[in-house]
């Protein structure tokens, strides 16, 4: 059970890595649902899935991801166990990851199992980039770069913090740069530059990859 609880706190605190399965034609409303962070509405549409298809292993691995998303532990648990049942090599694989992402945040974090605050947020801005949502990203950013100096001492190395924090200055450079406003853009992009000097090149080289 304890590794079923690491599985779901991987799941909840840092995303299950949805991108590793093919994600059957058939899946794909699911998969925008759950980005979409529509979870009730997830959790539909793979109990009709499942229903249909019994033995869908990604269909179980995608409903236990928007269950534990929505709260329903117990619910999630059962699912994981149903594809350990399905596909035991696959879910050993998951086990694998799950530690890996553990021990990433171990190195980055001084509480793995509690969530940055402005994560959810910046995830949120950076989709709105994407969609080329300007004034929801800059809305979201305004918001964000107040909260990154407190979050400082929640790291472990606060180098990681200065890297998350240049990133997010420029990336509301680019909001600005996108909306006309370029005084704002660079006085953003400089910020950014700023930040970047206060993470040494070995320290950057050591956390590539290692994104929340």
């Known amino acids: 059970m304890k590794i079923i ?22 899946l794909k409303p699911a998969a925008e649902l759950l980005k979409n962070k529509d979870y009730p509405g997830a959790i539909k549409f793979l ?14 691995f995608m409903r236990s991801s928007a269950l534990a998303r929505s709260g329903q532990k117990e619910k999630a648990q059962a699912d994981l166990l149903k594809l350990k049942e399905l596909n035991p090599k696959l879910y050993e694989a998951l086990v694998g990851f799950s530690h890996k992402l553990k021990d990433a945040r171990k190195s980055i974090y001084k ?3 509690k969530p940055i605050p402005s994560v959810d947020m910046r995830r949120s801005a950076q989709a709105a980039i994407d969609a080329k949502d300007f004034k ?12 990154l100096t407190a979050e400082r001492d929640l790291y472990t190395d606060k180098t990681y913090s200065f890297m998350v924090e240049a990133q997010c200055y420029e990336n509301r450079s680019k909001v600005h740069e996108a909306l006309g ?24 080289k050591a956390l590539a990859g290692a994104k929340p």
């Not at 109990?47 to 179980?60: L, Q, V």
């Not at 990203?137 to 770069?145: E, Q, R, T």
């Not at 406003?181 to 950057?204: G, T």
């Open 5 to 26: 609880n690491a599985l779901i706190l991987s799941i909840i605190s840092l995303g299950a890595p949805l991108a590793c399965f093919a994600a059957e034609q058939d």
């Open 47 to 60: 109990d009709n899935c499942i229903k249909t298809n019994p033995k869908n292993e990604e269909a179980y």
């Open 111 to 113: 509480n793995p199992d």
């Open 136 to 147: 929801k990203a800059l809305g979201l950013y305004d918001k964000i770069i107040p909260m």
């Open 181 to 204: 406003h370029k005084p704002l853009a660079q006085k953003d992009a400089l910020e950014a530059k700023k930040l970047m000097k206060e993470c040494p090149e070995s320290n950057i």
